[in-house]
Nanobody
Framework: QVQLAESGGGSVGSGGSLNLSCSVS????????LAWFRQFPGKEREAVAA??????????SYAPAVEDRFTIDRDNAWRTISLQMNSLKPEDTAMYLC?????????????????????WGQGTQVTVSS
């Protein structure tokens, strides 16, 4: 059974950077997907970035609000995924969670949809001050 554990959150000033890590235990096939989401107090989770397999190659998707500032990456063994966050803004303040899925169709067709994912970590808090 897959378990996910996030780390790397903290407090930074506006314009700063953080690198989040998600440690993966258990097996995830290359047809699965991994993603970062974030959750603001009292709101639904929203997608940040995802890695998934499309036509035999790994693809990356980003939410428009972060695509020029954040980078998702993975190691070859699906043991760690990272989220490099640059040029942070106060509106990026949220709980950041990683998630995994083994649904190849959902991963390919809807990599940024929360319902695609079945396993979630506990999250790591990111706070950006102005």
């Amino acid at each position: 059974q897959v378990q996910l554990a996030e780390s790397g959150g903290g407090s930074v000033g506006s314009g700063g950077s953080l690198n989040l890590s998600c440690s993966v235990s258990g097996y995830i096939s290359n047809h699965g997907c991994l993603a970062w989401f974030r959750q603001f107090p009292g709101k639904e989770r929203e997608a940040v970035a995802a890695i998934y397999n499309r036509e035999g190659a790994f693809s990356y998707s980003y939410a428009p609000a972060v695509e020029d500032r954040f980078t998702i990456d993975r190691d070859n063994a699906w043991r760690t995924i990272s989220l490099q966050m640059n040029s942070l803004k106060p509106e990026d303040t949220a709980m950041y969670l990683c998630a995994s899925s083994e649904s190849s169709v959902d991963c390919r067709d809807s990599p940024l949809r929360p319902n695609t994912y079945h396993v979630w970590g506990q999250g790591t808090q990111v706070t950006v001050s102005s």
